[in-house]
């Protein structure tokens, strides 16, 4: 009845209505008059002209450009980004790189007409002020990352290194000046100008380039990694420093006008230090929780970004100095600036940045080079900035008493340019320093430079070995039965360890754990991973303090974390891998299996199996592609953990289905040797009894704990047997039969360890 009367409200209501609007419209047409009739009787276009027409007027509004435009350049930044990523660039080679295809270099040259309806002359205005907008934002996110700390404790040597690093590549940039000035620079720009802003482009240093790869080396715990990072730091404040200096210069026409823009810089820097810096300390570590920072809280942080960018753009020195200057004087506590760049960093990074990208390769005009001599300075521009950089750090490092192979490897990281060349160049084209040509060769030496990092450090590994395992397991030695935990979440971590726990011996020096964890490089910065691996790691630390138990933490960042788990477990002496898994959202669909193949795509092992027959297209074992990856290419026993609320470990519930079963036996034997367990063997075929050897080892166990270990003969699993168990440790290919035969007793089954010896 209710829904009767529903249905009859509903369509009193619309009838009504629909003809009151109705009775509205007719009395308004006859409001027209005549000059509007003739003019709407004049328009004899078809409806699906008048439709064309209005669709055409859509595509071009501004605001639909600008949006096809953001889509076009995140689509385009990610998927080369991705590329990059694969065969071991920095991700921000391939944000470069879309820019750079999507303007005159390549789109506007074989496709002009695509390429003007996608970037119309006039629509470039608004792309440039949205990118600044992202490199404001971006900047801002520099300045909190650098920790000022860490320039405090290293002081001393990171500025000599990158002091050096700096003043041979602006030496070089001067004179090589010299040489290029009167072809190339722009009319009306005086020598020093031109040579000066030459000379600070080849010094730049990209900190968040380098800061990326350093982590994604494993590099970021160690001495080195705390020098390189401290040193492109000192290297980028010196850098922007000289750089405001540079454009008072140019923008004040001479050195001498100049010094007041620099006098006030310097006011500007002693009040952001002295004054707002100590206020804002404050505010941050009343605020330093993620309730505490409201959205007033967030606004006045955002003000003062917006306030300081705007004073440096009005002294002369750019707004972007202005931004960096406002990360940097943020509050030092480290909750507050991990909150707050989680705010910002995806919206800059992810929606804004790659806008700068394309709007500098729309700039770059790599057809300008069209002679081979223009060429011959681009190589002279490249061989001048790696020259200067690396040689300047490598020799400052060694003279420092760093090793040679240390060396050899700042001053690869220290000649990674990437994203803060491009800001610089486009600041230089801007106030017009540099002509289109050189600003194409500049482009073309960042990437250059930018690429080298990864090969040259891959090099200096060849000649330089390390040795890996020495470095990841520090002081831990050799063990009888050593443990590897790589997990994923911190509760399912915590459960590994506790179920290793009952493995072995807990005052026993030959027996350890070491539990790792890798966290995508992407999602990491200076500022978060050490707060990130203290929460990543503290379930498991509490747990491991509540069973009286020492274990060894491995944490690293990684671009790929099913490669980067099984070189760790292969070159560490190591008795046995326990991993976790879980179910994807896509197993089982045709989805999945696409996501499955397109992951082969970025394996070179995996598409070479795939290519030879090893394995077949699509993935069709028990467990997703990385697990079984990771199985096959593993040299030490894994364990693989599916858990069920394994919230105690007290009985244990082993099935011995054929002799190739044996093995599980040996790890029978550590669980009853280590802990007070009840043990349950299954042994349908009464294998076990009969085998000699076998059977010795299970009289010892019983011997070792009467009324512990106990044999089950039953060929069938009831429910009730089942849910009386906590853990089931099974062979792999026991697992495997049993789930492609649909065995019912495995939807009552309880955790299980599933063991591939």
């Known amino acids: 009845m209710k829904n009767l009367r529903n249905v009859l409200f509903y369509i009193v209501t619309i009838g009504v209505f629909s003809a009151l609007l109705y009775l509205f419209i007719y009395q308004g047409t006859q409001l027209e008059t005549i000059d509007k009739q003739v003019t709407i009787a004049a328009n004899t276009a078809t409806p699906w002209e008048q439709f064309l027409d209005t669709f055409g007027h859509n595509l071009s509004h501004p605001l639909a450009t600008l949006l096809l435009q953001i889509i076009t350049i995140i689509v385009a930044a990610r998927f080369l980004g991705w590329v990059c990523k694969s065969i071991g660039q920095p991700t921000v080679i391939g944000e470069i790189a879309a820019g750079i295809l999507l303007g005159p270099s390549l789109l506007g040259m074989f496709y002009p007409e695509f390429s003007d309806f996608l970037f119309p002359a006039k629509s470039l205005g608004n792309l440039q002020f949205l990118s600044q907008i992202g490199l404001i934002l971006f900047m801002f996110i520099i300045g909190m990352e650098l920790d000022l700390k860490t320039l405090k404790s290293k002081a001393q040597e ?50 968040p380039v380098l800061a990326r790869i350093v982590q994604e080396r494993g590099l970021s715990r160690t001495k080195l990694g705390t020098m390189v990072i401290t040193c492109a730091a000192t290297d980028d404040i010196t850098a922007w420093c000289i750089l405001a200096a540079v454009i008072a210069i140019v923008k004040a026409g001479s050195f001498v006008s100049s010094i007041y823009t620099i006098i006030l810089a310097g006011a500007y820097v002693m009040i952001m230090l002295k004054v707002l810096k100590p206020i804002l300390k404050r505010i941050g570590d009343h605020y330093s929780y993620r309730e505490g920072l409201t959205k007033p809280v967030v606004a006045l942080f955002f003000v003062i970004l917006l306030v300081s960018s705007y004073c440096t753009e009005a002294i002369g020195i750019h707004a972007l100095f202005g931004a960096f200057m406002a990360g940097v004087v943020m509050p030092a506590n480290q909750k507050f600036r991990n909150i707050f760049i989680e705010k910002v960093e995806d919206v800059s990074m992810v929606l804004l940045l790659p806008l700068f990208f394309v709007f500098t390769g729309l700039r770059t005009q790599i057809g300008l080079l069209n002679d081979p001599y223009l060429w011959q300075v681009t190589g002279l521009i490249i061989l001048a900035a790696v020259t200067g950089k690396f040689a300047g750090s490598a020799i400052a490092a060694r003279f420092v008493k760093q090793s040679w192979r240390d060396s050899l490897i700042i001053g690869s990281l220290m000649n990674t340019r990437g994203l803060m060349e491009l800001v610089v160049l486009n600041i230089g084209y801007d106030i017009g320093v540099l002509s289109p040509e050189i600003f194409a060769m500049m482009v073309i030496m960042a990437l250059a430079t930018t690429c080298m990092t990864g090969p040259a450090l891959d090099l200096i590994d060849k000649f330089y070995p390390r040795k890996k395992w020495e470095e990841l397991r520090g002081e831990t030695e050799p063990s009888r039965f050593s443990v590897l935990i790589a997990f994923a979440s911190p509760q399912g971590g915590r459960k590994m360890l506790r179920l290793s726990n009952n493995m072995i011996h807990k005052h026993s020096d030959q027996q350890h754990i070491t539990a790792l964890h890798l966290s995508p490089s992407s999602y990491l910065n200076q500022v978060n991973t050490e707060e990130y691996q203290f929460e990543t790691f503290r379930p498991i630390t509490e747990e491991a303090q509540a069973l009286d ?28 891998l326990m991993i976790g898994i879980g179910r994807s959202v896509f197993e089982g669909t045709f989805l999945g299996k696409i996501l499955g193949f397109t992951s082969k795509i970025t394996s070179r092992e995996r598409l070479f199996d795939t290519i030879t027959g090893k394995e077949k297209l699509f993935h069709a074992d028990v467990f997703d592609e990385r697990t079984t990856h990771i199985i096959k290419s593993v040299k030490v026993p894994v364990g693989i953990l599916i858990e069920k609320n394994l919230n105690k470990i007290e009985n244990i519930f082993i099935p011995i289905f054929s002799q190739k079963d044996e093995f599980l036996l040996e790890y029978t034997q550590k669980l009853v040797e280590a802990g007070e367990l009840n043990v349950t063997i299954m042994d349908p075929s009464e294998m076990v009894v009969q085998h000699a050897e076998v059977h010795e080892t299970l009289t010892a166990m019983q011997e070792m704990a009467p009324e512990k270990v106990g044999l089950h003969f039953e060929k069938a699993l009831d429910k009730a047997f089942l849910q009386q168990q906590d853990l089931m440790l099974i062979s792999l290919d026991s697992w495997q039969k049993a789930v492609r035969s649909h065995s019912i007793w495995l939807s009552h089954s309880p955790s299980v360890l599933i063991i591939r010896g």
């Open 158 to 207: 990171a500025v000599v290194i990158s002091h050096a690093s700096i003043i041979l590549p602006f030496a070089l940039g001067v004179g090589l000046a010299l040489y290029i000035y009167q072809r190339f620079a722009p009319a009306g720009i005086s020598f020093v100008s031109f040579s000066l802003f030459i000379g600070i482009a080849l010094s730049i240093t990209a900190f």
């Open 549 to 576: 138990l020492s274990f060894t933490s491995l944490f690293r960042p990684s671009h790929n974390i099913e490669h980067d788990i099984i070189e760790t477990a292969n070159n560490g002496e190591y008795d046995m």
